[in-house]
Structures are given as structure tokens and as C-alpha cells.
């Protein structure tokens, strides 16, 4: 058995320990013998996640995760703010339960009480209790799913709306506030003119123009933030719809997990991310890109889901920025992919070289397929209120 599970894990591009070290740091969270597998898992693009089965305990699995730390520089503030906000939805959740089953992931201590582990060349490992009976989907294949995965994000609002955002320390400096990303793009374009490794195909070329002919959007919410608009709330920060664990018996959404980037910001950046996510039924890495185009009969199924948990603290403000959330994160995530192309693949896990490159190509396609359908989205909108 332990060549099978050292070949798959091998195969994984992002799994660089050998399935002895692996096996070495489970044990940290574990008693010894216990550990009967551990299997790469999941589809996220930053952390390295593992599912350790547990032997003798039927069915019983946790997730182990190895925090990115290019992208996490302080990751024993992420687990600060995981804690933080784990403890505040528990109160609420014990004091006013819903009428469905509802997880949060709980931190699962090494041997020795601590939240994490950190190996001696600083690689910070966590593990986490694993959802059971879940599934997450990459994209939505039906409107309950929509409907359900817009609840989840309006239930995580709802549930943080009386957590002060202040208390969440800033995990991540600088993410999701859009004109730092259009900076980061140009400092980028600068240094690798010319020569560089990436050839002007018609595809580059194509998202420089893209990027030169949208760079208005950039400040739209954080204009909004400045003339208090919109106002600093917790946010979940990573809510695409496979961060969104639904039950594989019911059906119906029962955690919002990727807990890293809850801090402080603008909850539209959720609500566009979860539209974005969910109202494209091709994917993220779709090859056919000039096929991408946004549902909004899945953006309503959303919306609906999403205002059945949210409506009560949602101002009138917070809806006139609705549509301008879903272009404005749309264009922000094509951007970073594209300046992570540019850049050398430094950011994203990819599979190979150009996936940055084809994943700026669907979000770009998915926005002027947005930009097409303005009016019935801010219909939607409207009639969803
Ligand atoms: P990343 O930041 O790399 O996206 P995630 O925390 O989202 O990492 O985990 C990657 C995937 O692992 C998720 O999309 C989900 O499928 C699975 N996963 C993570 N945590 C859990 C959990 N507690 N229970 C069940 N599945 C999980
Ligand atoms: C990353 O970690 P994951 O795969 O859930 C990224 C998000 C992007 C998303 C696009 C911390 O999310 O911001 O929207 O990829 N997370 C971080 O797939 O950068
Ligand atoms: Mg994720």
C-alpha cells in the first residue's frame, strides 16, 4: 500500500516532501500508528492540502495543510484569526442555532497542544478536522447549488456581521484592494521589457490591451470605502464556490472553509467572488476561453441565496455596488493571473507554464460577457432586493 500512496503523492506537482516526511509531520498531530493513508487533496491554488485516514476509527480522516508561506508571511496570524473567528460563529451558533446542520473546521492540536507545527527549514503545518459527508464543486452545475452556495457566504456574513473586523489581524497585506494590484502589474511590466521569457503571442498581447482598456475599474470600490460608502465589515476574502463544502446527502451547503484571508475589507469583494466563481459554468481553467460566459440565471439563483442570509444589515449602498463588484473582482483576479504569468508562476500553483495566462484569458472573457449583460444583471439585482 505504501508504494501506491507514495506514487500518488509523487505525482502531485505541488508535494515536494517524500511520503516519509509526510508521514513525519502527521505524526505530529497524531498518536503514533494511527496514520493508515495520506492522499494530496482538493483543488486550491495556494495551500498544500493532504487528507490523513486515521486507522481503526471508522471513517474517520483529518485534512493536513502545509500554509504557503510566500503568500502568508505571518502564518501564526492566520491561525490567530481562525481562532477568532471560529470561537465568535460558535457563541452565535450556540446561542441562536440554525435550522440546518452548520460546521466550522476546528484546529486540531499537535501532540503538544500547539496549532501548528514548523519544521525545522520553516515550513508551518496545520491540521484541521475534516468535514465529513462533504463535497465542494468547482463549478455550479444547477441553480440549488447557486442558490445554496450564495447562502453559505450570506450565512458567513451574517454570522461575522457582529464580529468587529478590528480584532482580525491583516493576514495578507494589500489583497483585494484592486489599484495595489494594477501597481503590482506595472512594477512587473517594467522589469521584463524586453527580453523575456514569455513571447508577445497574440494571447499576451490581447490581455495588455485588456488591461490598458479597463484600468478605470480598478478604484471603483475602493473609492466607495474612502467616501464611507461602503464600510469595513469582516470578510471571508476567498469565497469561490469550492471553498464551500455542500452535504453529499442533502445536498446542501454545510461549511464555508479557506479560512485564511478572513480579516478586514469590503464584503463586496465576497459577493463578487462568489459571483464570479459561480456564474461561470466552463471553470476557471477553461481551454475553450472564448467560450466563457456568465450566468445569470445562476447569478440570480446566487443573489437569491445569498439576500435570504444577508438582507437584514445590507444597506442601500451596499446593493447600488453590487454589479460593480462582480467586474471589478473579475478584472482584479484576470489581472493577478496575468501578472502572475508575466511575473514567472510565482504566486498560483500551476500545471504548466502559460495556465496563469489561460486562467487571465477566462477571466477577461468572463467580464466582457458581464460588461454585455449589464442591465439584466442590475436587474437581478433589483428584483432580488
Ligand atoms: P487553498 O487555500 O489551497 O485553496 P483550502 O483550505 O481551500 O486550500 O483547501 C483545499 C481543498 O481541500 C478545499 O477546496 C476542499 O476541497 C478541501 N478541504 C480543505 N479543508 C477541508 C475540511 N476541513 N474538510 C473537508 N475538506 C476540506
Ligand atoms: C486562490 O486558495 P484558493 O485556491 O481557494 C486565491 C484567491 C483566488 C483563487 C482563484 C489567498 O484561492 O484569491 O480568487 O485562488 N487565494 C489567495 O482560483 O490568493
Ligand atoms: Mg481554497
Redesign the pocket.
Known sequence: MLTAILSEIMGQPNALQSFNELLEIGKKFVQQGQIENIQSFG?????DTFLVSLQGIEAQSQILQRINTN??REPKLVMRNMRIYSEHVRDRLDKDPLDRPWEIPRILPTIEGLDYFQTENGEFWRSLSFIKGSQSYNVMENIEQAQEVGYALGMFHNLTSDLPPERLDNT?EG??ITPRYLQQYEEVVAKIKPPHHTKRSPEVNHCLRFVRDRQYLVHILEDAKAAGKLPLRTMH??P?V??ILFDRRTNLAMSVI?L??VKSGLIHYDIG?CLR?GCNPAG?DAEDWLNVRFDTELCQGILQGYLSAARSFLTEYDYAYVYDAIRVITFE?GL?FFTDYLAGNI??HVEYPEHNLL?SLVQFRLLESIETQESVINQIIQSSK
Open positions: 483543488s486550491g491554488n495556494i495551500n503568500v502568508f495578507l489583497f483585494h476574502g476567498d469561490k469550492n471553498n479557506d485564511d484571508t467572488d466563481s476557471e483576479l493577478r504566486y498560483f486562467r
